[in-house]
């Protein structure tokens, strides 16, 4: 009996040290995450290996794990830029990326966790001022948004493809001009606008002229084919045709051959 109690105090103390070893050596990684192993004694940071997936993972209490996620992230920037003519702007915009997670080790080692501030974000206010310096304000305002935006995507995504960095898209939210800059561009494409309209009116009236003086022409051409086609010949015979309908019609009716000037029947209504 007296023996247990100095029996018991080295198990005590062996659990105790059992238990700060495993929670010294125990890693969860989460979802949408993924581990960097670091050997404090095996040459540090592991990059020929793939990095620790998500679950449960026991390593050496002596080592580190780094942990990063390699979900799809945004970041949003407000940038001041200079257009080609000098004028200030200020673009808003967001970026969607992640880490390239088979070369997760080589980010860590070369670059580290910072990566969003050392790569990404200075190569997007880099390509966007080389960007916007090629346009007026004008061309920001209204039609090349859209090729601002791929132009800044595609210069910073050939930097960071060889930083271990996965580009997805870069996105232009919002172009900002100065007030007096943009209220002159608005009513410089509204008078263009009205111009453009004006134009279009006199097209069209145009168009129509020339299709009623065509549908003109065409009436006169057809009355004088058919007025020189109109012999007293046949005028006498379509006469005598009507005529002959007539009497045949059982309405009451008088018809007198033959008393008009050229001999044409004369027909007389209802009686």
Known sequence: MEKLPKIGLPILVGIVLLIIIIAKSAVTIGSGEAGV????????????????GEGFHIVAP???????????????????????????????????????????????????????????????????????GRYTPEQLYSSKRDAIQKEIFEETKKIVDDQYIVLDEILVRDVTLPPTIKDAIERKLKQEQESLEYEFRL????????????????????????????????????????????????????????????????ILGNQ
Do not use: C
């Open 62 to 132: 002596w080592n580190k794990v780094y942990v990063y996620e390699v979900r799809r992230q945004e970041i949003f920037e407000k940038m001041k830029v200079l257009s080609s003519n000098g004028l200030d702007i200020q673009l808003d915009a967001s970026a969607w990326y992640k880490p390239d997670e088979k070369n997760l080790g080589k980010l860590h080692q070369e670059i580290g966790e910072n990566y969003l501030n050392r790569i990404i974000l200075p190569t997007i206010r880099s390509a966007a001022r080389s960007v916007v």
């Open 203 to 266: 097209v069209t009236a145009e168009k129509e002229a020339e299709r009623q003086i065509i549908e003109a022409e065409g009436k006169a051409q057809a009355n004088k084919i058919l007025s020189a086609s109109l012999t007293d010949k046949i005028l006498q015979d379509k006469g005598i045709e009507a005529t002959n309908k007539l009497a045949e019609s059982p309405n009451s009716k008088v018809v007198i051959i033959g008393s008009g000037d050229s001999g044409m029947p004369i």
């Open 37 to 52: 192993l670091y050997k404090t004694f095996g040459g540090g940071v592991v990059t020929d290996e793939p990095p620790l």
